[in-house]
């Protein structure tokens, strides 16, 4: 386990490492804010094409073999970033550091189930929470700190020694777990999947590139391309004996609504991770150094409350935390909806902190609670589900915070007396801040009303 989680950690940190390096990316390679889009863009774009199969995968393939293919992936992947002399080296880089997560995240999630009984998931599960949630929202700290004093490349040259000795602790001690099946592969099931989930997750990472957003012709046909293959593809699943994605998962309740929880607060994450970086920086006129130190706290108080969270669920369950949570959220979020230029840093320091301890609240207990209903048969396919729309609902939170963002720079630049006075750029941009707020409100709101359908689910202790 430890050797999954440090690799899952230093794998998740660099999901967002990238963010605050792309203005010296573009400056360095020559290359628009467009082109290094695609940082991020292929990084998720990988995740969400790769995941749905990971359960496949987990039957196809034992448990050492994929740990140690993923981390073989992982330190190639930070090697050919930091060595590269282009933006598309960088870019080969980064893709192949996804496929790495795509395969080592579901890992470790299926090694959880399989080696820890129920009754004490959730500690554990909090524990995992500092890698599914701490690594993102630390990885613009951290890599700001890098930057301002080494350069971009060392994001990737301090991972690979903490790569290595992943690997080779899970040499040493990593044992197979899981039953390899080898189920027979259903190759349209392959394509459509790919098809379909890659064409959505590509369709809502494009819409802040460039112009048009929704209504620009590669946003329509790579969103109604995905939307076909993904109908096609679950409309096979549900036929087949032996299917590549169990979406009978699904059936279960208390696992429906977990996965529920996990999309909205994934939404709300990339949402909250996207926004305040862009409002410290652009309208308040932080470097990112600064802006990464700002938002810190959260970080770290996620860090210390995840597994505190598995503990307390452990022991009364997810009726009584994730209704607080989500009222929580809503407080935060409501509040940020009312920012201006003249907000004061702790005070936006604590709302972050804030946020990011109910989003801890919410999804350790919502995930642990509904996986806890599936039979041992459906892992797999219930963390591939998970993790999938995971992906697809950071696409999802990235492209809707920066639409709404754009739309209210645009409605105050059209208010505004002189629109090429430079000072209204702060302030147009903090206007669209507060529209991203409003919509994570409303997703807030959604999310506690279905907090209050949470039953927990009851398992045999196992000896």
């Known amino acids: 386990m430890i050797s999954l989680l440090l690799s899952g950690f230093i ?42 199969l990971s359960g496949l995968l987990l039957q196809w393939f034992s448990t050492r073999q994929l740990f140690i293919s993923g981390l073989c992936l992982s330190v190639f992947g930070a090697l050919v970033a930091a060595l590269a002399p282009g933006f598309e080296v960088l870019l080969i880089g980064r893709v192949i550091q996804a496929v790495s997560m795509g395969i080592l ?41 890098m930057i301002e004093s080494l350069g971009w490349e060392w994001i ?11 690997l080779l602790i899970g040499l040493r001690y990593m044992q197979n777990v899981s039953a390899i099946t080898k189920p027979k592969i259903d190759l349209f099931s392959l394509v459509s999947s790919t098809a379909g989930f890659g064409g959505i997750v590509f369709a809502f990472s494009s819409v802040g590139e460039g112009e048009g957003g929704w209504s620009s012709i590669k946003v329509i046909v790579s969103m109604s391309v995905g939307l076909l293959f993904l109908i096609i593809f679950v409309l096979r699943q549900c036929k087949m004996k032996h299917p590549m994605l169990n979406l009978r998962a699904l059936k279960h309740p208390m696992f429906a609504i977990g996965t529920l929880m996990l999309f909205i607060c994934m939404v709300l994450t990339l949402s909250a991770m ?9 309208g308040l006129g932080l470097n990112a150094l600064t802006a990464g130190l700002v938002l810190l706290p ?9 597994p ?38 702790v005070l936006i320091t604590v709302l972050h902190s804030s946020l990011m301890l109910g989003i801890c609240l919410v999804w350790l207990p919502s995930q642990t609670n509904g996986l806890n209903q599936l039979p041992p048969e459906l892992y797999p396919h219930g963390n591939a589900i998970m993790n999938t729309l995971q ?23 059209e208010r505004a007396a002189d629109p090429s006075d430079p000072a209204n750029g702060p302030l147009a941009l903090i206007e669209g801040t507060q529209n991203s707020f409003i919509f994570a409100s409303v997703m807030a709101t959604v999310g506690l009303f279905l907090a209050f359908f949470l039953k927990r689910v009851h398992v045999e202790k196992q000896q």
């Open 298 to 306: 959260g970080g770290i108080l996620q860090a210390v409350m995840s």
């Open 274 to 282: 996207v926004v305040l970086p862009m409002y410290l920086i652009r």
């Open 391 to 413: 992906q697809i609902a950071g696409a999802i939170g990235t492209a809707i915070a920066i639409s709404l963002m754009t739309a209210g720079i645009h409605r105050f630049m």
């Open 308 to 345: 505190v969270t598995g503990k307390i669920f452990d022991r009364f369950g997810p009726r009584r935390i994730v209704p607080l949570g989500f009222v929580l959220i809503f407080v935060v979020l409501w509040s940020l909806t009312g920012i201006t230029a003249a907000t004061p840093l």
């Open 105 to 145: 995240l579901p890992l470790m999630f299926n090694t959880i189930l399989i080696i820890f009984p129920a009754e004490k998931r959730g500690g554990v599960i909090g524990i995992l929470g500092l890698v599914l949630v701490v690594a993102p929202a630390t990885g613009p700290t951290l890599s700001g700190l």
């Open 11 to 52: 794998g998740m940190f660099s999901e967002t490492a990238l963010n605050v390096a792309l203005s010296d990316l573009m400056s360095q390679f020559h290359i628009s804010a467009v082109t290094a889009q695609w940082l991020t863009t292929g990084y998720l774009l990988t995740l969400g094409i790769l995941v749905p």
């Open 156 to 166: 990737f040259w301090l991972s690979i020694p903490f790569l290595v000795i992943c």
